[in-house]
């Protein structure tokens, strides 16, 4: 009886033996290639060592797990074939729950250190650097590198270093990263950028909590839509970010995507300038800067008396032509479009009672009453004024002038269009200076209750109070300021 019960065994462990060695990688049977199969087989110790945890992190005992996830988003795997075959043989066959790089495969050309002990993945790019200086700049990839790795689970590596997939734009990531690790890619102002590098950089930097380029980034958009009257009549010569046709739509999408209220009125001014049809139909914006221009003109059509003339500034920038960006074609959300042209009605009464302003002489000029109603004689001291009737001539010029721009230009008049003030004697001319500045003034206080920014109702119910340039410049501090 033993001797039967022994060879009963030992006839077992022969036809376990058997049915194991006979069943085929492509078998029905095999959990590696039935979809949505419980659980993959152990891998041979060869396909262990090319395995480490996965950098999903998903522990459930992690305090930042939340936070991170809504930073970094997960994407259903997609197996592929790798540039390394010999290296990602071996782990395709482990398990179908494994993930897999992308084909074909991209590798930085400015974000490739060949030391670097952790590399990124964003679609169909590579990028290597240094865990340790990720951690140290940002606090999300700090709180991700620094999660206990999961119990179970592969990870993705390339030449045996860890890949972590983020779901950003490669563009986008590029140049966060070149920001992140060279200071003099992406300096603060007065130093030049560009729209594009702006956006990208800002937008990453929010995302994975980068404090200094947040900052400079905000920096470099107020230096050129500035929220002060004084900053916006010096920002020719002030902005860090050059202008090219219909950069005011496009920096009013980033305003909105970024919740940059404080942006809004004057680019919203801007885009008043511009033909209705742009505001109704959407613009092409093409990131690519301008050259071989004789002249430039600001971001609103002031300096011409046709309406719509458009922000043409030209600027040479390497940065740009290195990152091509095909050109887009925005539209206005309805909202922003029902605020433009609402703002421009006002606006245009607004300018229209300055140009009727303009037009008529100033208190002290009108003549005193006399019994004979004859205008009384320019040498007394009652009227300062030398020359009554080429006075009257160049006041009129003046407001037909400001009414043929139909909006923009009154808050550049006495500065970037002081030669329109001219053929006035020197009182007059001293009087309607003054009249074009406190007409610029009490435009540009308006602006934000025009377009309508910031409405909600003031603190303890006491009914709506327009919104004011003050409010607007201490949400913009407060987010300068923000995690600095």
Not at 132 to 160: C, H, I, K, N
Not at 438 to 467: D, H, N, S, Y
Request: aromatic share 6%.
């Amino acid at each position: 009886m033993a001797l039967a019960n022994a060879r009963l065994s030992i006839s077992n462990v022969v036809h376990a033996l058997s049915g194991s060695s006979s069943s085929s990688p492509s078998s029905p049977s095999d959990p590696t290639t039935e979809q949505g199969s419980i659980a993959a087989p152990t891998p041979h110790a060869s396909t262990q060592a090319l395995m480490i945890p996965a950098f999903s992190r998903s522990s459930s005992n992690s305090s930042s797990g939340s936070s991170l996830r809504s930073c970094i988003s997960t994407a259903p795997t997609s197996p592929c074939s790798s540039p390394s075959p010999s290296f990602l043989s071996s782990k395709h066959a482990s398990s179908s729950h494994v993930d897999s790089l992308p084909s074909p495969l991209h590798f930085s050309k400015h974000i490739w250190y060949p030391d670097g002990s952790i590399l990124l993945l964003a679609h169909h790019t590579l990028f290597k650097l240094y865990s340790g200086l990720l951690a140290a700049r940002s606090s999300v990839f700090s709180d991700m590198l620094s999660f206990p790795p999961p119990t179970e689970g592969e990870e993705l590596e390339y030449e045996g270093k860890p890949v972590v997939r983020i779901y950003d734009d490669p563009q986008d990531v590029e140049v966060f990263l070149r920001a992140l690790t060279d200071p003099s890619f992406y300096e603060p102002p007065p130093s030049p950028t560009t729209l594009l590098l702006t956006t990208s950089i800002l937008r990453l930097s929010l995302k994975y909590d980068v404090p200094f380029l947040r900052r400079r980034a905000l920096a470099h958009l107020h230096s050129t839509f500035p929220t002060s009257l004084s900053s916006w009549r010096q920002r020719e010569s002030q902005r860090t970010i050059p202008g090219v046709d219909n950069t005011p739509f496009k920096a009013l999408q980033v305003a909105r995507e970024f919740g940059l209220d404080w942006m809004v009125p004057s680019l919203m001014y801007c885009i008043a300038s511009h033909p209705i049809g742009k505001t109704l139909d959407g613009v092409r914006w093409d990131p690519a800067p301008r050259r071989n221009r004789s002249s430039s003109s600001s971001d609103s059509n002031s300096s011409s008396s046709a309406e719509g003339s458009e922000d043409d500034e030209t600027a040479e920038s390497s940065d740009e032509e290195e990152y091509p960006t095909d050109a887009e074609q925005i539209h206005l959300s309805w909202a922003d479009k029902r605020a433009a042209l609402t703002g421009r009605a006002l606006l245009l009464q607004v300018q229209n009672r300055a140009a009727l302003a303009f037009s008529s002489p100033p208190h002290s000029l009108l003549p005193s009453p006399s019994p004979s109603q004859e205008e009384a004689d320019p040498s007394t001291p009652t009227n300062p004024c030398t020359s009554p009737v080429a006075c009257a001539s160049a006041r009129h010029h003046l407001a037909n002038l400001v009414i043929s721009w139909g909006v923009a230009g009154l808050l550049d008049l006495g500065t970037e269009h002081s030669g329109s003030i001219g053929g006035l004697c020197e009182f007059c001319k001293g009087v309607m200076e003054e009249q074009v500045k406190v007409a610029g003034e009490k435009l540009w206080e308006g602006l934000p209750e025009v377009f309508g920014v910031g409405t909600e109702e003031e603190e303890g119910g006491q009914g709506q109070r327009g919104p004011t340039w003050e409010k607007l410049e201490r949400g913009r501090k407060r987010g300068f300021t923000l995690s600095a």
